[in-house]
């Protein structure tokens, strides 16, 4: 059902640095921006990156984004227990004229 | 403060019907673009529908002619869903816009079930 591509999991310790990826094609990230939800355990998403590597207030600077091509990228640096949670990615896509959600990945600390 | 609040979800039986409602404070639905993503249990996020500020509305293929979204008025976004289905078996947000997405609702579980 997803249409952007996620790693499943990604695990580090405290402090350490990690990365997820999300794969998608020319009609979404290669043509518009992406943006990265955080979901906590038993929560709702929480927009965490918006517009490629924006920063809504209240978001901590460990968290950054990023996009190249087809593909966009967050990465949390600093790593802190309180950042286990599940993340995705979206964008818009052109050909089906709807937003699409990658498969999600969690971040296990 | 900006929240959305949804109600209505419980257990239906496959065939049945049931209505979600979104509260909306500290802005007017009937001023925004609001969609509803749903959540299968220990699943991805999947868009299920959204209404513009001009009442144009789209639907997932999974849920075209068996879902319906409205707004009663100017703080409550609703979802009526008929003919529900195993698969229908989710938690159902509500969100602010079309995309992206800001704020979303914590979610009310609809659980298809006889």
């Known amino acids: 059902q997803s249409v952007l591509t996620q790693p499943p999991s990604a695990s580090g310790t405290p402090g350490q640095r990690v990365t997820i990826s999300c794969s998608g094609s020319?009609?979404?990230?290669?043509?518009?921006?992406v943006y990265w939800y955080q979901q906590l355990p038993g929560a709702a998403p929480k927009l965490l990156i918006y517009?490629?590597?924006q920063r809504p207030s209240g978001v901590p600077d460990r968290f950054s984004g990023s996009k190249f091509g087809t593909s966009g990228t967050l990465a949390i640096s600093g790593l802190r227990s309180e950042d286990e949670a599940d993340y995705y990615c979206g964008a818009w896509d052109d050909s089906l004229n709807r937003p699409v959600f990658g498969t999600g990945t969690r971040v296990t600390v | 403060e900006v929240q959305l609040v949804e109600s209505g979800g419980g257990l239906v039986q496959p065939g049945g019907s049931v209505r979600l409602s979104c509260a909306a404070s500290g802005f007017t639905v009937s001023g925004n673009y609001m969609t509803w993503v749903r959540q299968a249990p220990g699943k991805g996020l999947e868009w299920v529908s959204v209404?513009?500020?001009?009442?144009?509305t789209y639907y997932a293929d999974s849920v075209r002619g068996r879902f319906f979204i409205s707004r009663d008025n100017s703080r409550t976004l609703n979802l009526q869903m008929n003919s529900v289905r195993d698969e229908d078996t989710a938690v159902y947000y509500c969100a602010r816009g079309s995309w992206p997405l800001d704020p979303w609702g914590q979610g009310t579980l609809v659980t298809v079930s006889s």
């Open positions: 209404i513009y500020d001009d009442d144009t």
């Open positions: 517009s490629n590597n």
């Open positions: 020319n009609s979404n990230i290669g043509t518009n921006y």
